[in-house]
């Protein structure tokens, strides 16, 4: 008995392969096959066009973030030069003070060259002399 309930199954699936197969191919599975297809086309134009938008929104955001860049470094170079004329303007104050202190001194009092000479002038050392024991 178990060869003929397994020639059976085996005639049984056969027939229904056949069947499967002209069920398959026939004009009402083919308009589903035609629907299915159409649906996944237009997803696939649907993400597509997901995917457009994202990478125009991605270069918006790139270029717009190379412009903040751009800005940035450009404050940055204003900020140092701006240091840099800063700092010499402190300078040239500077020199311009000490130059006009050094004219008021020389204009206020007249100092004669004796008197620079012997202020200056350092005072010898006294050397001391060894003992000897």
């Not at 589903?32 to 597509?48: E, F, I, N, P, Q």
């Not at 701006?82 to 009092?109: G, P, W």
Request: proline share 2%; glycine share 4%.
């Amino acid at each position: 008995m178990n060869v003929w309930k397994g020639i059976g199954i085996f005639a049984l699936g056969t027939l229904f392969g056949f069947e499967g197969i002209k069920l398959l191919c026939s004009k009402d599975a083919k308009k589903v096959y035609a629907h299915c297809t159409a649906g996944a086309l237009r997803a696939k134009d649907s993400v597509l066009d997901q995917v457009t938008t994202l990478r125009e929104n991605c270069s918006d955001i790139y270029e717009e973030a190379k412009a903040i860049n751009e800005e940035r470094a450009r404050k940055e170079k204003e900020a140092e030069i701006d240091d840099a004329e800063e700092t010499d303007d402190v300078e040239e104050t500077e020199e311009c003070e000490s130059e006009e202190t050094e004219k008021e001194l020389v204009e206020t009092k007249p100092v004669e060259t004796e008197e620079i000479v012997k202020e200056e002038a350092p005072k010898p050392k006294r050397s001391r002399k060894k003992k000897e024991a």
